[in-house]
């Protein structure tokens, strides 16, 4: 799956989920071409000078922001973008928020924002229109389930073995799923409409999904649903991975990976990732 959009996006496309597509190098090329470039707040070309315009979704989900409130920096992108900002030199009094669509922001043309932030997978296809930092969140896969089925409490992969699960065709999900030991065969279903019924009817005890998916369907879709647990992800497995989004050939491509990339080293995309979407978000990693 590309990207979990906002919940009434989710909603309308009915939950569809695609293979994973793997991310380009072109975030990378940038960020290794900061290391030229003045990543100076005084020489940075914004649309205010000495501010930075950063656009997010209207609304703004959780874990993502928290209380639809960016400025608060509580949620997981909330709190990447002023860590990505004072890299770069931007007190949080220097920081402006806006509101796009996700459809608004991918398109060719003139923004009204120097960052983006709202689950934007990196492709090459968006590449053409939009630029990308490097990857600030490396999509995982989750199993959702619902309070009281076999593997609701479930701490450890060994505690799936004799799971019923279910995935979407064609999806890096199902390659998950059936990456498991669990000893049954992994029910597969059209699309992901078609698995959360069987979830609702109890026809599996548990999906496998990307972690966002995971928190819309605990969110909105599933009664007393819960996220069992983040799946560690495979050695050498290609994920989807989320990037800020910046205009076309915007000044600020390199020196915006160059942030990101400090804090990946400093350990704090780490810290981030596991307050907000990790155990203290209910979703613990399985080992």
Do not use: H
């Amino acid at each position: 799956m590309n990207r979990t959009r906002t919940l009434a996006a989710l909603a309308v496309a009915g939950l569809a989920l695609a293979a994973c597509s793997p991310a380009s190098d072109t975030a990378t090329e940038a960020s290794a071409s900061a290391s030229g470039a003045s990543c100076d707040k005084a020489t940075l070309e914004t649309k205010t000078p000495g501010k930075l315009v950063i656009a997010t979704g209207q609304p703004a989900y959780e874990p993502w922001v928290k209380d639809d409130a960016p400025e608060s920096g509580e949620g997981f992108e909330a709190a990447v973008a002023y860590a990505a900002a004072e890299k770069l030199g931007y007190d949080p009094a220097d920081v402006q928020w806006a509101r796009t669509t996700f459809d608004v922001a991918i398109a060719p043309g003139a923004k009204d924002f120097d960052w983006n932030i709202q689950q934007f997978s990196i492709t090459e296809d968006r590449e053409k229109a939009v630029d990308f930092s490097s990857s600030y969140y490396d999509v995982n896969q989750a199993i959702v389930s619902y309070k009281g089925s076999p593997i609701a409490d479930a701490k450890t992969l060994a505690d799936l073995e004799s799971a019923k699960l279910g995935a979407a065709v064609g999806s890096t999900s199902l390659d998950a799923a059936q990456g498991l030991a669990t000893g049954e065969e992994v029910a597969v279903f059209n699309d992901n409409a078609a698995a959360v019924s069987a979830l609702k009817n109890k026809q599996v005890d548990g999906l496998v999904v990307d972690l966002p998916t995971a928190f819309y369907l605990v969110a909105a879709e599933l009664d007393n649903g819960v996220i069992v647990g983040q799946l560690p992800a495979p050695e050498g497995a290609t994920t989807d991975q989320f990037g800020i989004l910046l205009p076309n050939n915007s000044p600020l491509t390199a020196c915006t990976s160059q942030a990101v990339d400090e804090l990946r080293a400093d350990g704090t995309l780490d810290t981030l990732e596991q307050k907000w979407l990790g155990s203290d978000a209910g979703a613990p990693t399985l080992q």
